[in-house]
């Protein structure tokens, strides 16, 4: 596990793009075989990545988090963006198709990651926050979850979000977790943009062409800044950010959020006007 800590938002004005590359953005994830994790001072997040090939991988505690287990003080959640594989928590096996999300509770003492084939892994997506209470362990599907169609061919932002965790879904302690995709033609993710101080955020980039970019756009509204990220790349958004972005094709991300309010709506919303 590697330790990654962030600027604050007076220190963050004065950074070149490698030094803001350096603190925000996470990268060399999706690795075959391996685990990979990242503790964050941004809400104590622990971000990372998971592809078992030929064996399964055990998701441990590493010594910073001072734990007999992964999940003894934490939840957990587990996206695949690839291949067919499933999750083994403590003992119970759950199928994880592309697309699919996992809710781990807090006390949930060993997890597994398994992929279907070698040839064609499972890409798993971990994101994790403290928990101060159990949640029961779920799955949902894709098709499960709830889906909101926003945005509009003009704006060349329509775009599905897909709702795994969260308020009226997969209950959680803080965790919120989802993912937005781009409809063909369509460039534009959260646009106009917001921050929400009750909470930080994580986006996690993917189904980018190898010949393709976005623009993740950071920082205070009227002092930002902007970071081109490529496949499978994922950004910390602390609360005083703003986070959208724009690609040069269309795209899907996950997002995840840890904080005190899990509504879904619970924004400060910025104009466009008010951008600089």
Request: charge should be negative; include cysteine.
């Amino acid at each position: 596990m590697r330790m990654q800590r962030t600027a604050d938002a007076q220190s963050y004005r004065r950074m070149t793009n490698a030094e803001l590359r350096e603190s925000f953005l996470i990268e060399n994830l999706f690795c075959s075989g391996e685990l990979s994790l990242t503790y964050t001072d941004v809400d104590r997040a622990v971000v990372g990545s998971a592809v078992p090939t030929d064996a399964p991988i055990l998701l441990t505690a590493d010594d910073a988090l001072r734990a007999d287990y992964f999940c003894q003080r934490r939840e957990l959640g587990v996206m695949n963006i690839g291949g067919a594989g499933s999750v083994i928590v403590d003992g119970i096996r759950h199928d994880m198709a592309n697309l699919d999300v996992l809710y781990v509770g807090r006390g949930s003492q060993e997890v597994v990651l398994e992929s279907t084939s070698a040839g064609s892994p499972a890409k798993y997506i971990l994101l994790s926050y403290p928990a101060h209470t159990e949640y029961a362990t779920t799955h949902v599907t894709r098709e499960q979850a709830n889906r909101v169609d926003l945005g509009s061919d003009d704006a060349a932002n329509k775009r599905t979000i897909f709702q795994y965790i969260h308020e009226d879904g997969i209950k959680s302690c803080q965790l919120v977790m989802g993912y937005t995709e781009l409809a063909t033609g369509s460039v534009w993710n959260t646009m106009p943009p917001h921050t929400h101080n009750r909470r930080s955020e994580v986006y996690l980039y993917f189904d980018i062409t190898q010949d393709h970019r976005v623009l993740h756009l950071m920082g205070e509204p009227t002092e930002t800044r902007g970071l081109w990220l490529s496949e499978a790349q994922a950004v910390l958004s602390p609360p005083w950010s703003i986070h959208c972005g724009c690609g040069t094709s269309n795209y899907r991300f996950l997002w995840g959020m840890g904080g005190e309010n899990q509504r879904f709506a619970d924004m400060d919303a910025v104009t466009i006007p008010e951008l600089g």
